[in-house]
């Protein structure tokens, strides 16, 4: 871009620029910066060529209309719907346990990738069963926390006895492999945590009707530009003192003067 050549911000692409900067609400300054001349240089431009002065004005027109809108509907006060949503419990059929819902096969794949597809206490491969850390008949769920995968062998022999008490007596017990349970059962918490989240649902429970009221330095920010004959200070001053009927007597009175 030859910047600095008036030519080119007189051509078609150098105007779309300046009217898209001047859009952007970018200010006279920023403009001339951006083309790589003075403000002094942007202003001298703006008199000698009519077509930078236009599509100045043109770009800057967009902005103020979106401004006048944003503060003619704060002035008057404006209705939005406030969407409330809020988490439900997924009321599907699955059964719903202390520690969260039962075992899925995906659950169970998860548990048995963990251990490497391994006997959680031997380290045997195989076919693996579900085992309860806390015995079902102490009230155990069959939930990712509370299963570990374990051979037949291991399994029977483990029966309904305490965990750890009865690893730490097989001849095959691992400090390495209980570690690896009791990061499993931190990890499973974890994951729960999130499942639980996905179990529930987002949905929309209330949808509010709520009211903007009307925006007092907006109305009189707009009435005073507006309509500077009615509204400038002077007839402000007025309204301050004055019943109603006295206002409208002055105004008209501030009017006449005006004329
Ligand atoms: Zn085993």
Known sequence: MAKGKYEYWLSEEGLILIEGWARDGLTDKQIAQNMGVSRSTLNEWKKKYPDILDTLKRGKEVVDYEVENALLK??????????VKERIPDSGQKKRHSNGVELTETQWEIVKNYFNNEC???GKSGELTKDHIKPLIEGGELTMINVLPCCKSCNSSKKDHEM????QKQPFYSKERAKRIYDYVSFAGSI????????????VTK?????ALPDTTAQIFWLKNRRPDKWR???ENVIDNKSDNEIKINIASTRDKNK
Request: glycine share 6%; net charge negative.
């Open 207 to 211: 949808e509010i009707e709520r009211t």
């Open 164 to 167: 750890l008490s009865w690893y």
């Open 192 to 203: 729960m945590g999130v499942l639980e989240e996905r179990e529930n649902y987002l949905v």
């Open 74 to 83: 704060r002035a008057l006060g404006f209705t939005y719907k406030e969407v």
């Open 120 to 122: 959680c206490y031997c």
């Open 233 to 235: 200070d002077k007839a």
